[in-house]
């Protein structure tokens, strides 16, 4: 098990990064935890799957959640908690890591 750090950074571009330099090119993210300051995530519309609707968040987030490295690519989904006590989740473009951190475990495969 790998445990990727993030500060002071984003997010997508430091799992890649980070995991290319561990030798992972291929694994599981079993669990990503942290606090986001912005991020971009994408859900379907109801009428067609094949394509993305993506929403840019200028707020911060609790996170977590799950995904993949394939062939160095990172594919996340995740759910970002903020104010309000409201969830926002699909899949994850980018996620600016400022104020806090971020954490992803990586099993490679």
């Known amino acids: 098990m790998h445990v990727i750090e993030?500060?002071?950074?984003?997010?997508m571009e430091t799992i890649a990064k980070q995991a290319a330099q561990l030798g992972v090119t291929n694994g599981a993210i079993v669990s990503?935890?942290?606090a986001a300051d912005s991020f971009?995530?994408?859900t379907m519309p109801e009428d067609d799957a094949s394509k993305d609707i993506i929403t840019e968040y200028?707020?911060?987030?609790e996170m977590s959640g799950t995904g993949?490295?394939?062939?160095g690519a990172v594919h996340i989904h995740a759910v970002m908690a903020v104010?309000?006590?409201r969830g926002v989740s699909g899949h994850l473009h980018?996620?600016?890591?400022g104020t806090w951190f971020a954490r992803a475990y990586v099993l490679a495969s």
């Open 6 to 11: 993030i500060r002071n950074a984003e997010l």
């Open 32 to 34: 990503l935890i942290g």
């Open 40 to 42: 971009t995530i994408s």
């Open 58 to 61: 200028s707020v911060p987030a």
């Open 68 to 71: 993949e490295i394939v062939d």
């Open 83 to 85: 104010e309000g006590d």
């Open 94 to 97: 980018r996620a600016e890591i």
